[in-house]
């Protein structure tokens, strides 16, 4: 898409979540109020299939081959580009230490931790933090809308397809690495490298969950109020904790309640 396009566009989805969310108090999730729910599990069901017949043999082949100090670096690398998307959320919800931290990871890291394979500075004490425009706009206090499944890119909402959108523009490889197939491929490499490392999770989840929809809706909605809210511990940007033991529990107790 041309930049200037998907700047009115971004702009424009901006405007349009501002007026269906609104701005105020932020109540407790409800994960069970799903009114999009008949086309959510049209998607969901795209995105599964997609899934198992495609994404995850590749990824179990990737997992084969590929030992996991070379898929942790990998994850490294790929989070140490992020730095402008968390430095830029970290100023804007005047957070100055941690926009420091961040500067201070991203040279560490590029400089000492061969170009961010290796997470040297949290071996030094600076641990990375999780932070994207979608927290940024739920810590301004924008409503996140209901629950939607994004065909392709899995759990969302309004405020957080937006937060994606903007996100997108401040994404530091495709400025470097400007060729369509290679960016392509790059980002391929990353979501094959992330869904590998989720082999056991995933798999586990379908079985224990009686409704895997449910399941995946819940986690996402709880986990994203935790974010927005500070009580989730500092984690990486982009950690492989959809599926995690935590969330599951919480799904188990009914943990949407208020």
């Not at 990824?59 to 670096?73: E, I, K």
């Not at 899995?154 to 290679?182: E, K, Q």
């Amino acid at each position: 898409m041309n930049p200037v396009l998907f700047r009115v566009v971004t702009l424009l989805l901006v405007a349009t979540l501002l007026m269906l969310t609104g701005c105020g108090a932020q109540k407790r999730p409800h994960p069970d109020e799903d009114p999009w729910e008949s086309l959510n599990r049209k998607t969901f069901w795209l995105n599964d299939s997609l899934d198992q017949y495609a994404l995850e043999p590749v990824a179990r082949g990737w997992n084969y081959v590929m030992p996991d100090v070379a898929q942790r670096g990998l994850v490294n690398f790929f989070d140490n580009l992020r730095f402008p998307i968390v430095l830029v959320n970290d100023v804007l919800q005047g957070r100055p230490r941690l926009a420091v931290e961040t500067i201070a990871r991203f040279d560490c890291n590029t400089l000492l931790g061969g170009l961010g394979f290796y997470d040297l500075a949290s071996q030094l004490g600076v641990p990375p933090h999780t932070q994207d425009a979608g927290l940024t706009l739920g810590r301004w206090g924008i409503e996140p809308g209901p629950y939607l499944m994004l065909p392709f890119f899995g759990p969302s909402n309004p405020r957080d397809t937006v937060g994606f959108a903007v996100d997108g523009l401040l994404a530091l490889y495709p400025f470097f690495v400007n060729i369509p197939g290679i960016t392509v491929g790059i980002a391929a490499v990353d979501v094959v490298n992330r869904r590998s490392r989720v082999l056991t999770q995933v798999e586990d989840a379908k079985q224990a969950s009686l409704d895997y929809y449910t399941f995946i809706r819940n986690a996402y909605v709880q986990r994203r109020w935790k974010e927005v809210h500070g009580e989730t511990p500092a984690g990486g940007a982009q950690e492989e904790e959809l599926y995690n033991e935590e969330n599951f529990e919480d799904y188990q107790a009914g943990d949407d309640k208020p």
